[in-house]
């Protein structure tokens, strides 16, 4: 992998969640699809902050410094990606039916994977991650992007994917590099 082409494509790809048309109405639901996707996107925030961090150990363990600043680009991506979901969740909670909070499981997973991650070797901390963020893409993001089945929604994970698709390329470049 070309290491400056990916930096070059990170920066050059960068977007704002105000690129983002949130004038938009977001699509008749009911009480509970309304509720449930509120949640979806109120845990996906804390999960693409979770990500941050891990890039953040990524970027610490570093040597060459384009590989560092690929991992800082990844960090503000997904600070960015945090942002969105969380705008997201308000933009959805049309009839404010409860407070949203974090799942509680998902609030106390978090630092106990960043640990791992933290004190981990470098080859089998590059594992987890790369395998947190298959799941994330290709599960999580997907299924909440069919579980929500609107325009904004799909307008966002278009944006969030692109971004995605970048970071799984260097965890696949970082696992043939421990490799």
Known sequence: MDLQKMLERCERDQWSVGD????RRP???SREDEMAIVQLFTDMSGIERLAGALFLEQERRAED???RAIFQSFVKDEVRH????QMLADYYDVHHYKIYRQSPTLTSFAPHFIDAVRYL???VANAYITMGELILDIALLRSIDDYVHDDMSAAAMVLINRDESRHIAIDY???EYYA
């Open 173 to 175: 470049h970082m696992s």
């Open 20 to 23: 983002l048309d949130w004038t």
């Open 82 to 85: 945090s942002h969105a979901a």
């Open 121 to 123: 070797s470098d080859d």
């Open 65 to 67: 410094p384009t590989l």
């Open 27 to 29: 699509r008749s639901m």
